[in-house]
């Protein structure tokens, strides 16, 4: 159980186009996804936390007219790259919480993550 | 504040070895901690997590041990298996984010 789907898996595309990535829990409901990005070698960092019917929440440096995240319904959140330029190049990756245990610290599910690169 | 590394550590372990992987974090007003295992190309998953309010606890040939009185967690693994070969990410934090470790890569050697 807990199964979270990203799509694409990779995606090379010209500098100046706009990339839509998915991430999809396929056997829970989540009110609230997180969207990370991970550079070689390193950690993984957060960009911004999606809730359902809401705007999401930007960390700090994370540029939300870059990054949109749209997270309309309890099992889909979308973030889209704007104008990527290659420095955007990276591995993203979404997570999802299952709904309905609030209050009790449970563990987010990861997707397989998108390797973006941007020509 | 994030702990992100500019590099990885790593250790090397004989297969059937027993491996220790340990993590210092930063908050201690974190109550909630979480092992992440990442092979190369996926996503981070889940491996055991453990409360505050305890100091260990076992998986299948997994276990979570924490010190909140020097900020450490630690990671056993029991007969080390070449799946074992991945990096493994400590976490802290709950019900609204989760801060990632700098991560640890395990390299078993048959």
């Known amino acids: 159980g807990a199964v979270v789907s990203q799509h694409p898996s990779w995606v090379i595309c010209k500098s100046g186009t706009s990339v839509k990535i998915e991430c999809r829990s396929l056997?829970?409901?989540?009110?609230?996804m997180f969207w990370y990005r991970q550079f070689p070698k390193q950690s993984l960092m957060l960009m911004a936390t999606s809730n359902e019917g809401s705007k999401a929440t930007y960390e700090q440096g994370v540029e939300k007219d870059k990054f949109l995240i749209n997270h309309a319904s309890l099992t889909l959140s979308t973030l889209t790259v704007t104008s990527a330029h290659p420095e955007d190049s990276s591995f993203y990756i979404c997570?999802?919480?299952?709904?309905?245990?609030?209050?009790?610290?449970?563990?987010?599910?990861f997707g397989d993550g998108t390797r973006l690169s941007i020509l | 504040g994030e702990s992100v590394g500019l590099h990885l550590p790593t250790l090397s372990v004989q297969e059937g070895d027993n491996s220790i992987i340990n993590c210092a974090y930063s908050?201690?007003?974190?109550?909630?901690f979480i092992w992440y295992k990442q092979e190369s190309g996926k996503g981070p998953q889940f491996i055991i997590d453990?409360?505050?309010?305890?100091d260990k606890r076992q998986g299948q040939r997994v276990t979570v041990l924490l010190n909140k009185t020097v900020k450490h967690l630690s990671l056993q693994i029991a007969a080390t298996q070449p799946g074992d070969s991945a990096v493994y990410f400590c976490a802290e934090g709950g019900y609204q984010k989760v801060t990632f470790g700098t991560g640890t890569k395990l390299q078993v050697i048959p």
């Open positions: 453990i409360r505050s309010n305890m």
């Open positions: 997570s999802a919480r299952p709904r309905g245990r609030q209050g009790l610290d449970q563990p987010q599910h």
């Open positions: 056997d829970f409901q989540a009110t609230t």
């Open positions: 908050n201690s007003a974190s109550d909630y």
